[in-house]
């Protein structure tokens, strides 16, 4: 059954607000974040969806970016021009492209990751115990199912 406004608390649909307000105001956090390393936002995403030392073929990277695979051509090469992956052929089916992250680009991947996962300020000024019902009601909220696209 999907959820609707309507069918929440007032106190639970202000709750989602506020974490769309939070989640939209780190937009611009993961928008420079993407321009000092260089990349454009689709890149950044590309290159925190694949895993170090686990090649990804071509088409698993569209689908974890819910893109056409024709778009990932265009990303890839673009991070290929930069040394930060490679297209390796598949070992059991050469026509499959596997990407691989470059030491660079592991080490790209790294710094930016560390960026785009320290918190918001505001999480500092939780207590211990504040931060622990936050988190644990977060897990609950995410265990219930998986977002839907809007």
Do not use: Y
């Amino acid at each position: 059954m999907e959820t609707t406004a309507q069918s929440l608390s007032p106190e639970a649909a202000e709750a989602w607000a506020v974490m769309r307000t939070l989640a939209l105001a780190q937009r611009g956090r993961v928008l420079a974040v993407a321009a000092e390393a260089g990349l454009s936002p689709p890149q950044l995403f590309a290159l925190q969806a694949l895993t170090p030392g686990r090649p990804a073929p071509m088409g698993d990277l569209a689908g974890m970016l819910r893109c056409d695979a024709s778009n990932v051509t265009g990303l890839v090469d673009r991070l290929a021009a930069r040394g930060l992956v490679e297209r390796r052929p598949a070992p059991h089916d050469r026509r499959i492209r596997h990407l691989v992250l470059t030491d660079e680009g592991r080490a790209l991947r790294d710094r930016v990751a560390e960026r785009l996962e320290a918190p918001p300020d505001g999480f500092a000024g939780l207590s211990r115990d504040e931060a622990q019902l936050l988190r644990d009601l977060l897990i609950k909220v995410a265990a219930a199912g998986s977002p839907r696209r809007a």
